[in-house]
């Protein structure tokens, strides 16, 4: 069905801007199916679009903003309860910036 | 047993809520063990509400399951996911909730779903399997899986599920019961669970067209939360449901009806629509030509949404958290990779190449203007029908397990529903009978009606005729 070819590198490259680690095999199990679907996508490629606006959301709501007043925010005790892991009121995450 | 029914029986004493709910518990312990549908209940809070509950309103002490991707403050969200599924615990209400909360239900019970609401079976669940209650060997159909099997077995007066490529419609066809799903800015998608975010609705799926409109009625409308729900009225559902269908045009479009789809299906469909026909409807052939392309625009901008959505689980603020990363990179990298389940990766990734440099103008750019096709399509159509029939699946309800790994497959079942999610449409299924499985069981089949934007009222009176 499809002509388009995704090697494991490229598929190891996407996986790491998706921030995702695949195992070996489901690189392998997703490479298939990844040239499946986009073989099948494809077609609209053979569509002319061109002077086609594109469609970014199905309803006319553009640039609406919320009235620039207070409110209550979420309850801070509640949203830390789901961290997994915190520490003097604040969400704990490991070390971001390395040791010289 | 219908809501209004329910509602009298609360009001005039025949029945409490705390008994509606212990009705409700008794049914998931006794039945639900086999469908599958609840993922959890919270007896002792529900009743809690009940206790105080106003039952002159609305919906006055009547429970309602809700799709475990909406936020209920104080009960968990796992959006059917291995991610969420360890410790969440929402910390406020969707607006759909509060809504039902303001307009006198009460909320019972979290209801399975495909994981991040990404398939068409729930089979996608990381957590346990729906089987949909009209035959235990077959998928309820998705990603409400949960929701209209729950309404299907009785152990739900009503539920809320969420459309993005046809999952309230779907699993409604699928079970038997009533599926809407309204245009896209008629209901607030705020406390909802983001799978692609220019196509995602709430809806309700209920026994009857009426029930539909009561909750549809109790969560339409404007919400300063969400910038994409519109500030418009809203109509009386009730007030038109039984005006019927006397000199209103539905377009039959011959696309919904060629190869592919199963003949059984097609006759109980056409049977609805000579129905609506000796009702007083015209029908009209009518084409829409884009219809080819829907599946393939579909699955490049829903993945690029999903993968820009999903970027939010990275094991920091909430959800699974890899244990012992040697830094921040790997603690995003292992959490996701042991959070999530292979559709949903599989949709990151989809999505996060067709949005890559290089690739991002073929794919997602060519996709959004041939959404632009389908949407004009429609809107075509809208100028010479009030509303359009056809199928809501090509097939009914499939054996568990038949596209295990065939996702392309699977995504091809889609073809009936989607386009109404990129066009911004609203829909509904109502059941048009049955068809009898090779094993002899009866399968229920959907009528699907779709409506131009925000003509819900329109669509649920043709619904009640059909029904």
Do not use: W
């Amino acid at each position: 069905m499809s002509n388009t070819h995704i090697d494991d590198r490229t598929l190891r490259n996407i996986a790491n801007l998706a921030r995702l680690e695949l195992s070996e095999e489901e690189t392998a199990v997703f490479r298939g199916q990844l040239e499946d679907i986009l073989g099948y996508v494809d077609a609209i490629s053979k569509l002319d679009v061109s002077g086609i606006e594109p469609t970014s959301y199905p309803a006319p709501v553009f640039d609406r903003m919320r009235e620039d007043v207070p409110h209550e925010s979420l309850d801070r005790e509640a949203v830390l309860r789901n961290a997994p892991e915190q520490a003097q009121h604040q969400i704990r995450v490991p070390k971001v910036i390395a040791e010289a | 047993m219908s809501l209004l029914s329910l509602r009298e029986q609360l009001r005039s004493g025949a029945v409490t809520p705390e008994a509606l709910l212990d009705d409700l518990a008794a049914k998931i312990s006794a039945g639900d063990g086999q469908i599958g549908a609840y993922l959890s209940h919270d007896l002792a809070a529900a009743k809690a509400e009940a206790a105080t509950v106003d039952l002159s309103l609305p919906l006055g002490g009547i429970p309602i399951a809700i799709k475990d991707n909406m936020n209920v403050l104080g009960q968990p969200c796992t959006c059917g996911s291995k991610f969420l599924s360890e410790n969440y615990v929402s910390p406020y209400d969707a607006t759909v909730i509060k809504k039902l909360r303001a307009a006198g239900a009460i909320p019972f019970g979290r209801l399975n779903m495909d994981e991040f609401a990404m398939g068409s079976s729930t089979e996608n669940s990381a957590l346990q399997v729906t089987r949909n209650p009209r035959d235990l060997e077959r998928v309820p159909g998705g990603s409400s899986g949960g929701s209209a099997a729950s309404v299907a077995a009785g152990s739900a007066f009503a539920a809320l599920g969420s459309d993005t490529g046809g999952s309230i419609r779907q699993p409604a066809s699928h079970c038997g019961v009533v599926g809407l799903k309204p245009s896209y800015g008629r209901v607030s998608r705020y406390g909802l669970v983001a799978f692609a975010s220019s196509l995602d609705q709430i809806g309700p799926i209920t026994n009857t067209v009426e029930d539909a409109a009561i909750v549809l009625q109790a969560i339409a409308g404007y919400d300063p939360l969400d910038s994409t729900s519109l500030d418009l009225p809203v109509p009386d559902y009730l007030a038109t449901l039984n005006d019927g269908v006397k000199g209103l045009k539905l377009g039959l479009p011959k696309e919904y009806f060629g190869e592919g789809i199963d003949p059984q299906v097609r006759a109980r469909v056409m049977a609805a629509a000579e129905k609506l026909a000796a009702a007083g409807a015209e029908l009209v052939e009518i084409s829409l030509p884009h219809t080819e392309y829907a599946v393939a625009t579909y699955y490049v901008i829903a993945p690029a949404e999903a993968s820009s959505n999903l970027s939010r689980f990275d094991g920091v603020r909430y959800g699974h958290r890899a244990k012992d990363p040697a830094d921040l990179d790997e603690l995003y990298r292992r959490s996701r990779e042991e959070g999530f389940g292979p559709e949903v990766k599989r949709r990151i990734i989809l999505g996060t190449y067709v949005l890559s440099s290089g690739y991002h103008d073929a794919y997602y750019t060519t996709a959004q203007k041939v959404r632009t096709l389908i949407r004009r399509d429609f809107e075509t159509a809208f100028q010479s029908v009030d509303a359009i029939l056809s199928p809501v699946a090509p097939t009914a309800a499939r054996k568990l397990g038949e596209f295990a790994n065939d996702p392309l497959h699977e995504y091809l079942s889609d073809i009936f529903t989607l386009s109404a999610n990129l066009a911004g449409i609203c829909g509904i299924s109502v059941p048009a009978g049955t068809i009898t499985s090779d094993a002899g069981t009866e399968l229920p089949v959907g009528l699907q009606i779709l409506g131009p934007h925000f003509e819900e009222a329109k669509l649920l009176r043709i619904a009640k005729v059909a029904e």
